[in-house]
């Protein structure tokens, strides 16, 4: 997801897509664990989806400042 593409969304948008990342990223960790993860490249993308979205409310929180 592009950093363009998140500053267009809504804070409550960001947590909630946050946290549906979180869980994917869980599962994925689960099944690396279990050793049949079928894309482990995808463990990092959502790693830096999750920083990237944070970033953007960092971003926005100060702005409101």
């Known amino acids: 997801m592009k950093a363009k593409d998140i500053r267009n969304m809504t804070e409550d948008q960001i947590n ?9 990223l869980f599962n994925l960790k689960f099944q690396a ?11 990092n993308e959502i790693k830096r989806d999750i920083a990237r979205m944070k ?7 100060s702005k409101a400042e």
């Open 16 to 24: 909630k897509k946050i946290a549906d990342l979180k869980e994917e």
């Open 33 to 43: 664990a279990l050793g049949n993860i079928e894309k482990p490249a995808r463990m």
């Open 55 to 61: 970033t953007v409310l960092t971003e926005k929180a």
